[in-house]
């Protein structure tokens, strides 16, 4: 069973940046991919970004505009997501999500992840 724990959420201003943190624990990092969701009252939840096993390749759904950047650290069982020029449509509950299902090296929906943090509240204001 791995467990995930998000850190970095908060308060923050229109055009600023957070680095958002997730350590995982029992399980062996290096062979799960891992993503981050956000969801914002009202709405599905999304995905943000994602990153495949071992070195990591990230991928970002095209609606994200490029603002945010998604990345791994295997020796600290850590993967972070930075986001710059915060927009107030940002604000959502971000969660880690980290996935280890059969030959799959990366996911884009919720489905595809078998484990999930608690969330990390991101709050822009204007």
């Known amino acids: 069973q791995v467990q995930l724990v998000e850190s970095g959420g908060g308060l923050v201003q229109a055009g600023d940046s957070l680095r958002l943190a997730c350590v995982a624990s029992?399980?062996?990092?290096?062979?799960?991919?891992m993503g981050w969701f956000r969801q914002a009252p009202g709405k599905e939840r999304e995905l943000v970004a994602a990153?495949?096993?071992?070195?990591?390749?990230?991928y970002y759904p095209p609606s994200m505009g490029g603002r945010f950047t998604i990345s791994r650290d295997n020796a600290k069982n850590t993967v972070y997501l930075a986001l710059n020029s915060l927009e107030t449509e940002d604000t959502a509950v971000y969660y880690c999500?980290?996935?280890?299902?059969?030959?799959?090296?990366?996911?884009?929906?919720?489905?595809?992840?078998?484990?999930w943090g608690q969330g990390t509240q991101v709050t822009v204001s204007s």
């Open positions: 029992g399980g062996t990092f290096s062979k799960l991919y």
């Open positions: 999500t980290a996935g280890s299902q059969g030959s799959t090296v990366l996911a884009m929906t919720p489905a595809g992840y078998d484990y």
């Open positions: 990153i495949t096993q071992g070195t990591g390749i990230p």
